[in-house]
């Protein structure tokens, strides 16, 4: 992503992480079978939403996370010629933690 954009209050930039064309048993699924992933990396993060006492909640997910999210969650927008997702940090369903995965 060559332009920078950092979203505001409790909003995050979501890339979807595509499937693979080839089922488990090698058949190729054609792009029109296929459903949009509902698996994402975060791109950029707010920085939170601002509390009643006027300071800031930092978001649970930060850059690079990996998460869950609803098939009909946030707004879809182009940068750069490339599709991202932009949604409230409340419409992430879960970080994804792989296992063996490296701890940060």
């Known amino acids: ?26 058949l190729f699924i054609p792009d029109s079978a296929k459903e949009k992933p509902q698996e994402g ?8 939403k601002y509390k009643d006492d006027g300071s800031r909640q930092t978001l649970d997910v930060k850059t690079g996370d990996r998460i869950l ?9 182009t940068i750069d010629g490339e599709e991202f997702l932009m949604m409230r940090e409340d ?10 995965a490296n701890a940060s």
């Open 41 to 48: 990396e975060v791109i950029a993060v707010g920085d939170g």
């Open 69 to 77: 999210f609803g098939k009909y969650s946030g707004s879809e927008i």
């Open 1 to 26: 992503m060559a332009t920078k954009i950092k979203p505001l209050h409790d909003r995050v930039i979501v890339r979807r992480i595509e499937e693979s064309d080839k089922t488990a048993g090698g």
């Open 91 to 100: 419409e992430i369903l879960g970080i994804i933690e792989r296992a063996g």
